[in-house]
């Protein structure tokens, strides 16, 4: 199970960090990214990160202001978000795969899990 939590509503320009949790399990997810979803649009890949934390993977619009870790001794990742704007709101979902490869997969079908989701909304 994935629970995310840290979603809110924050004036542009502010940051907000996400966590993610994956409860129930005893070994960290080899892969787990971050997607989301604005109203009207269909689910869009932010980023991921492998177990070793060896690749790490963004969407272009948020490279240079989001980041993306992951503490696998806590079985949680985060998205730290910075210089946030109002095309960040959305729905932030994590997700999680259960197979063991290196490089980050951007679909959303290459994830096995998924949490139920955090608001983000960013005001101008």
């Known amino acids: 199970q994935l629970v995310e939590s840290g979603g809110g509503l924050v004036q542009a320009g502010a940051s907000l960090r996400l966590s993610c949790v994956a409860s129930?399990?005893?070994?960290?997810?080899?892969?787990t990214g971050w997607f989301r979803q604005a109203p009207g649009k269909e689910r869009e890949f932010v980023g991921g990160i492998n177990w070793r934390s060896d690749n790490i993977n963004y969407r272009d619009s948020v490279k240079g202001r989001f980041t993306i870790s992951r503490d696998n001794a806590k079985n949680t990742m985060y998205l730290q978000m910075n210089s946030l704007n109002a095309e960040d709101t959305a729905v932030y979902y994590c997700?999680?795969?259960?197979?063991?490869?290196?490089?980050?997969?951007?679909?959303?079908?290459?994830?096995?899990?998924w949490g139920t989701g955090t608001q983000v909304t960013v005001s101008s």
């Open positions: 129930g399990r005893t070994v960290p997810p080899p892969v």
């Open positions: 997700a999680a795969s259960k197979v063991w490869i290196r490089m980050v997969p951007t679909a959303a079908r290459s994830y096995d899990f």
